[in-house]
T-cell receptor
Framework: DAGITQSPRHKVTETGTPVTLRCHQTENHRYMYWYRQDPGHGLRLIHY???????DKGEVSDGYSVSRSKTEDFLLTLESATSSQTSVYFCAIRMTGAGGYTFGSGTRLTVV | TQLLEQSPQFLSIQEGENLTVYCNSSSVFSSLQWYRQEPGEGPVLLVTVVTGGEVKKLKRLTFQFGDARKDSSLHITAAQPGDTGLYLCAGRNRDDKIIFGKGTRLHILP
């Protein structure tokens, strides 16, 4: 198992507040990803990282920022949470070769 | 925009029946993955196919990558209640990005 942990698992926050979600991996994988999953939209890429301090935007990056100061940690920040950011957020790491991703268990975020 | 279309969106069948779900695109992918996701959990990788025409088997599940590497299918033989879940296909494109389909929600009735 790749050892990927997301925290918190559940969070309720108020509109306008900043929120940070954490993804921690234990196996030194270079590539890490943040997705959101919503009914009718499937999994959509928010941001990804290809190394320490190397990040790039995905298809739904507006309102989100990321940081990766250590290989093992990839943080997703909602700068000012909105109700449209209510979702389930998944972190993933890319396996070597032609393999796919290993996902964390997700964070269910509700913005009220 | 590259899309992966999965069909059907929903499928509910009796235990013991066979079923096939499809993943189609107009784009070529260098590899394609299938995942299964259960409620409250992240998707779990089932298989990766790389070569056009490739067939892989995982117990009662058979995965096929289309000859042109634009489509794939997942066939389940003698479905069991434990097969219930959301099945996602995902393709790696020439920019090395992974594109996900919206999934097929499968429910196996005991």
């Amino acid at each position: 198992d790749a050892g990927i942990t997301q925290s918190p698992r559940h969070k309720v926050t108020e509109t306008g507040t900043p929120v940070t979600l954490r993804c921690h991996q234990t196996e030194n994988h270079r590539y890490m990803y943040w997705y959101r999953q919503d009914p009718g939209h499937g999994l959509r890429l928010i941001h990804y990282s290809y190394g320490v301090k190397d990040t790039d935007k995905g298809e739904v990056s507006d309102g989100y920022s990321v940081s990766r100061s250590k290989t093992e940690d990839f943080l997703l920040t909602l700068e000012s949470a909105t109700s449209s950011q209510t979702s389930v957020y998944f972190c993933a790491i890319r396996m070597t070769g032609a393999g796919g991703y290993t996902f964390g268990s997700g964070t269910r975020l509700t913005v009220v | 925009t590259q899309l992966l279309e999965q069909s059907p969106q929903f499928l509910s069948i009796q235990e013991g029946e066979n079923l096939t779900v499809y993943c189609n695109s107009s784009s070529v992918f260098s590899s394609l993955q299938w995942y299964r996701q259960e409620p409250g959990e992240g998707p779990v990788l089932l298989v990766t196919v790389v070569t056009g025409g490739e067939v892989k088997k995982l117990k009662r599940l058979t995965f096929q990558f289309g000859d042109a590497r634009k489509d794939s299918s997942l066939h389940i033989t003698a479905a069991q209640p434990g097969d219930t879940g959301l099945y996602l296909c995902a393709g790696r494109n020439r920019d090395d990005k992974i594109i996900f389909g919206k999934g097929t929600r499968l429910h196996i009735l005991p």
